[in-house]
């Protein structure tokens, strides 16, 4: 480069340093404003990805499930009572199963209903809402 063409080119840097400055100030807000929009969106090392997390569910929320889930499939074939309110599978599956409810374990004896019942102190005869029948 010759001498001249130096000196104009440094003239010219001279004059561009302040318009450059000023046109760095006006772009400034608009820059800062992008920027602070791209952290809340999420832009940057994952721009165009969206990820969803889910919540882990709980051991005790997973038992209950377990165990609710398994007395509706004991219900609904019928475990807990049979057809015409007869016993259901269950209660029929095992004698203990049959017992743990009972008084003293024995099996209590079925009744037709309307039957009357015999009081064996007295040998008095009642209905079975208790009333004396004679």
């Given at each position: 480069?010759?001498?001249?063409?130096?000196?104009?080119?440094?003239?010219?840097?001279?004059?561009?340093?302040?318009?450059?400055?000023?046109l760095?100030?006006?772009?400034?807000?608009?820059?800062?404003?992008?920027?602070?929009?791209?952290?809340?969106?999420?832009?940057?090392?994952?721009?165009?990805?969206?990820?969803?997390?889910?919540?882990?569910?709980?051991?005790?929320g997973?038992i209950?499930?377990?165990?609710?889930?398994?007395?509706?499939?004991?219900?609904?074939?019928?475990?807990?009572?049979?057809?015409?309110?007869?016993?259901?599978?269950?209660?029929?599956?095992?004698?203990?199963?049959?017992?743990?409810?009972?008084?003293?374990?024995?099996?209590?004896?079925?009744?037709?209903?309307?039957?009357?019942?015999?009081?064996?102190?007295?040998?008095?005869l009642?209905?079975?809402?208790g009333?004396?029948?004679?």
């Amino acid at each position: 480069m010759q001498t001249g063409a130096l000196q104009q080119q440094q003239a010219r840097s001279q004059i561009n340093i302040p318009y450059e400055q000023f046109l760095q100030r006006q772009a400034y807000p608009f820059q800062t404003t992008n920027y602070l929009a791209n952290i809340t969106e999420g832009i940057g090392g994952n721009s165009g990805r969206t990820t969803t997390t889910s919540p882990v569910p709980s051991t005790a929320g997973q038992i209950a499930g377990l165990g609710l889930g398994g007395l509706g499939i004991i219900g609904g074939t019928g475990g807990f009572s049979g057809a015409n309110g007869s016993p259901g599978w269950l209660s029929q599956a095992g004698n203990w199963v049959g017992t743990l409810f009972q008084k003293d374990g024995g099996r209590v004896p079925h009744r037709a209903s309307g039957s009357a019942c015999r009081d064996r102190t007295t040998g008095a005869l009642y209905d079975p809402l208790g009333n004396p029948v004679e």
